[in-house]
């Protein structure tokens, strides 16, 4: 069914921009103030650093994602026994470092009020073994673009435009940050048709035309999930989890497999290689589960036309 035939939903609902990509082009657009626009991606964020993570190690500016955090954030190692030095970069990645952290990220407001977030949240206990269980961490992610900046002496918005944003052709991209250190969690803002780009480049496997940007190893291995994360979440707007990116199969959405990146309050970008196509939703915050409306407009609605 076409967008402008759901404009009543798409009202009701709240959301604010959709994208459809298949077939090598646009399918379909639709914006509620009637054209595209930056705006925030919130933890939307956490997919495009899972991509500049690959960058770098595709690069050798980082040595691979089962290095140790300690050889790079040495300098906030007091005792040189901290517990968190031997947690790997695919810890971080899976969401599965050990840090005690309460679920739904609550930790996150006081992340961004520290003086010096990644002291936060290294300074966290552990409560688990790194590697088994998964809890959603917003802190992780900072610890990540803070190992990006020391092992490449760039924010990671200085080198996302060197080596993604602007092969990528991107008009506009923000990312708030601290001390140098971009926001790893959330922060940065893209338009609608940039954020597609970046979910093409993935359903490309890295390549933009004849020019890799990303080793299709790396778009592979970090888009597989790697725990069940929030797969049995009710209402089900999550998934399992892999490198920053969620996934979930056929048998838990019902239509096919499928992995996206997800922001707070329903913003989707989901990649559905089945179908050779991508899918960007933004919809404006009401409450966290209200991201249900954004997951019954994929599934429902474009879905089936993809089909077609």
């Not at 404009?7 to 914006?31: A, C």
């Not at 960058?55 to 906030?76: C, F, K, T, W």
């Amino acid at each position: 069914m076409p967008l402008t035939d759901l404009r009543l939903k798409l009202q009701e609902w709240r959301i604010d921009s959709v994208i459809v990509y298949q077939g090598d082009q646009v399918k379909e657009k639709w914006h509620a103030r009637g054209e595209d626009a930056v705006a925030p991606l919130y933890s939307c964020t956490k997919s495009v650093l899972s991509s500049l993570i690959g960058i770098a190690i595709d690069r050798g500016d980082l040595s691979g994602p089962n290095a140790a955090i300690g050889s790079y954030l040495q300098a906030y190692s007091e005792s040189g026994n901290e517990p968190w030095l031997n947690v790997t970069i695919k810890q971080l990645l899976t969401m599965t470092p050990g840090f005690e952290w309460p679920d739904f990220d609550k930790p996150y407001k006081a992340l961004r009020k520290a003086q010096d977030p990644v002291s936060f949240a290294l300074s966290q206990p552990m409560a688990h073994t790194p590697g088994q269980s998964f809890t959603y961490n917003s802190g992780g992610s900072h610890l990540l673009s803070a190992i990006l900046t020391q092992a490449t002496g760039m924010s990671a918005l200085q080198y996302a435009r060197r080596h993604l944003f602007e092969p990528l052709g991107f008009s506009a991209a923000k990312w708030s940050e601290r001390g140098g250190v971009s926001e790893g969690g959330t922060g940065l803002s893209l338009s609608g048709d940039d954020l597609v780009r970046f979910g093409v480049l993935y359903l490309k496997k890295g390549r933009l035309g004849n020019t890799r940007l990303l080793s299709s190893e790396w778009v592979e291995e970090s888009t597989a999930m790697r725990h069940r994360g929030l797969l049995h979440y009710e209402p089900p707007i999550y998934g399992g989890y892999g490198y920053h990116w969620w996934c979930s199969p056929a048998e838990h959405n019902g239509a096919m497999d499928v992995y996206f990146a997800f922001g707070h309050g329903g913003q989707y970008l989901m990649i559905l290689p089945e179908a050779e196509a991508v899918v960007m939703v933004r919809k404006t915050i009401t409450k966290r589960n209200d991201a249900l409306y954004s997951r019954r407009l994929i599934f429902e609605d474009i879905i089936p036309s993809l089909k077609d």
